[in-house]
């Protein structure tokens, strides 16, 4: 019996993998919204359009290149960034989708601009949503399934409503469930918060709440000096709020929660989760956010046909996973040396060939304090290179936004040639981690090159010099 080999695609998407090895991935830009407060200054936005500024800023913050289509017979122009219908595939992490509408990561996309042909698939793997969609994305263009993606998460904690069971309605009326708590803070196996899994692991490996404190208060400092150093202006797009009956639009520049803090209370604040002998507080606990963050993920080869210089290269990835309750120590088996926990678990570190020391920086989700103490004593990291720039205590946690953040604060701060880790625990008892390098990029010791390739007169020359004398001094004219 003969076959017939059927490629199948809508609006041009296939899915045969056309890699006969795998492809080198890196991350041509990256780009997140702030992160607001619960209930504050960007809580009028849904996750949808959070993701759709985060997506179009990484597409539009790929560099600045110049483009001449002969064969077209266009004018030049100047071009910012990748071509939003080159992007094949756009997957978002989002985490409490209910109230979000349908399709959130396609919702997303398109309200970014990009083509109604683009797939999108959301993904949920909790608070390692965001970086998983990064993970999964990654593999699409290492097996050769695509060139061009855009990967990310994003969430708005201020605005995932309250549940009511379908149903007759009860005599003494209804009973509601806050969608925050129910899917995205409750640990379904033992019917418990977040918080007291942390409880748990604090209790196991010794972890007082002067510690978690501490470390709490190390965040916001280092928040707060490296927004004044900075550190995050580059991976920060503006998000623009439209002023009502006439007043001026609003614009969120910096993140919101850092400088949320007062020290003389800190240390007082009530435990949450466990009363008598707890040590978990708000104040050394992430918080309730909104915002996202995306990156423009391509193949080497399709970056370097583009004239691309990308931020950094996808190194390797890894998942693992243990027992529910103790989730804050996922990340120490996704990454490298603690194997007694788990010996089948696939280590980081191990599949990418590398050592612990040869890491430059580790960014570790604080979900909790008690979450990167744990990692960092059971992972033997040393804290100086652990959150050099604070995390979600300080910065705030919107949970599908999460991982992929991290990602994005790696790409932009390692310098050149230093490894980064990034890794996230995940309700559930699972986490994921991610290896990236910062790439190098030779000087070209001059301006770029604009050779014409004509004969005098040519009017159409004319034209062109016309257009591009706002940034002729940037380049050098050739004849």
Not at 14 to 38: E, H, K, M, Q, W
Request: charged content about 20%; some cysteine.
């Amino acid at each position: 019996m003969d076959f017939l080999l059927v490629q199948i695609g809508t609006f041009g998407r296939s899915y045969c993998s056309s890699a006969r090895s795998l492809n080198d991935v890196v991350i041509v830009s990256a780009a997140r919204t702030p992160i607001g407060s619960f209930r504050s200054s960007l809580s009028a936005f849904s996750a949808p359009e959070l993701g759709a500024v985060a997506i179009k800023a990484a597409v539009e913050r790929s560099v600045l290149k110049y483009q001449w289509d002969f064969e077209l017979i266009h004018l030049p122009c100047i071009c910012t960034g990748v071509d939003p219908d080159s992007v094949g595939e756009v997957y978002m992490g989002h985490v409490v989708q209910a109230g979000a509408g349908q399709a959130p990561a396609r919702q997303a996309t398109l309200k970014a601009g990009l083509s109604k042909a683009t797939p999108c698939t959301t993904v949920n793997k909790v608070c390692a949503s965001g970086m998983k969609a990064i993970m999964q994305a990654s593999q699409a263009l290492m097996c050769g399934s695509q060139e061009v993606m855009v990967a990310g998460g994003m969430e708005s904690m201020s605005n995932v409503p309250y549940y009511m069971a379908r149903g007759d309605s009860p005599y003494g009326g209804v009973h509601l469930k806050d969608g925050i708590v129910f899917d995205g803070l409750t640990d379904v196996y033992n019917k418990c918060h977040m918080g007291n899994c942390g409880e748990n692991t604090a209790k196991k490996l010794g972890i007082t709440r002067e510690q978690q404190d501490e470390f709490a208060l190390s965040s916001y400092s280092k928040s707060a000096a490296a927004w004044q150093a900075g550190k995050f202006s580059a991976e920060v797009v503006p998000v623009t709020i439209p002023g009502k009956r006439g007043k001026p639009d609003t614009v969120v520049t910096e993140d919101e929660e850092y400088k949320k803090i007062n020290v003389d209370k800190f240390r007082k604040l009530a435990t949450v989760f466990q009363k008598d002998g707890g040590t978990v507080t708000a104040g050394n606990a992430s918080t309730l956010n909104d915002g996202a963050a995306a990156v423009l993920l391509m193949t080497a080869a399709a970056a370097s046909s583009r004239g691309l210089k990308p931020l950094a290269r996808v190194v390797g990835f890894a998942d693992a996973a243990t027992d529910p309750i103790d989730f804050p120590i996922a990340p120490a088996l996704a990454t490298p040396k603690v194997s007694h926990f788990n010996p089948s678990t696939p280590k980081l570190l191990s599949l990418c060939g590398v050592s612990s020391d040869a890491v430059a920086r580790w960014e570790v989700n604080e979900a909790f304090s008690v979450v990167v103490l744990a990692n960092i004593k059971l992972s033997n990291l040393d804290p100086a290179r652990v959150n050099i720039n604070g995390g979600a205590v300080s910065l705030g946690h919107p949970i599908g936004m999460s991982g992929a953040r991290l990602v994005v604060h790696l790409a932009h701060t390692l310098q050149p040639g230093e490894l980064g880790v990034a890794s996230i625990c995940n309700g559930g008892g699972g986490a994921s981690a991610i290896m990236i390098e910062k790439l190098r990029h030779p000087a070209t010791g001059g301006k770029p090159e604009l050779t014409m390739y004509t004969k005098a007169p040519c009017p159409l020359c004319e034209v062109a010099f016309e257009v591009l004398s706002p940034v002729m001094a940037d380049l050098t004219l050739k004849k």
